[in-house]
């Protein structure tokens, strides 16, 4: 008798409307738990991005201090090579002027007194009667010596 009853029961049918709702239904329920799962991860990346701006500025104000302090010194230096550069400078000028006034003072005075023992010797040396004067090894050019014996060589070519 139940059989009976249920089988005079008019079976729905689902009509095209209603499976395409359904299939909107479970598309929009998918799409908005992949929307949840993807704004869950990007608040955990938002809060570890917090973090690590946190972290950055509290390890970047004592480096900056620090490096402020180094450009400090560096230019405290810098002042003190400065200073040294510039008596280094005034000595070298110094030293220039001295040795110009003791080559002026005693440059002429000496290259006269070389000269005049240079005239001596050769005075003395060609008073000698039995002696022949010798004929000198060596010969200054440019600051030079050459020995004679290339200077004779030179002559014969």
Do not use: C, H
Not at 50 to 68: E, F, H
Not at 76 to 86: K, N, P
């Amino acid at each position: 008798m139940y059989w009976q009853a249920r089988t005079r029961e008019r079976v729905r049918t689902v009509s095209g409307g209603e499976v395409a709702g359904i299939l909107v239904a479970v598309f929009w329920a998918i799409l908005v738990s992949f929307l949840a799962v993807a704004l869950a991860r990007l608040a955990q990346t938002l809060r570890a991005t917090t973090k690590l701006v946190a972290d950055v500025t509290d390890q970047a104000v004592p480096l900056l201090a620090d490096a402020s302090a180094a450009v400090r010194s560096a230019q405290t230096q810098i002042d003190r090579v400065d200073a040294i550069a510039s008596d280094v400078q005034e000595v070298t000028s110094n030293a220039s002027a001295l040795s110009t006034t003791v080559a002026s003072t005693f440059g002429g005075p000496l290259v006269k007194v070389a000269a005049f023992g240079y005239g001596v010797r050769r005075a003395i040396g060609g008073r000698k009667d039995n002696v022949p004067p010798k004929a000198s090894r060596r010969t200054v050019i440019v600051g030079r010596t050459v020995p004679s014996a290339r200077r004779g060589k030179r002559k014969k070519d």
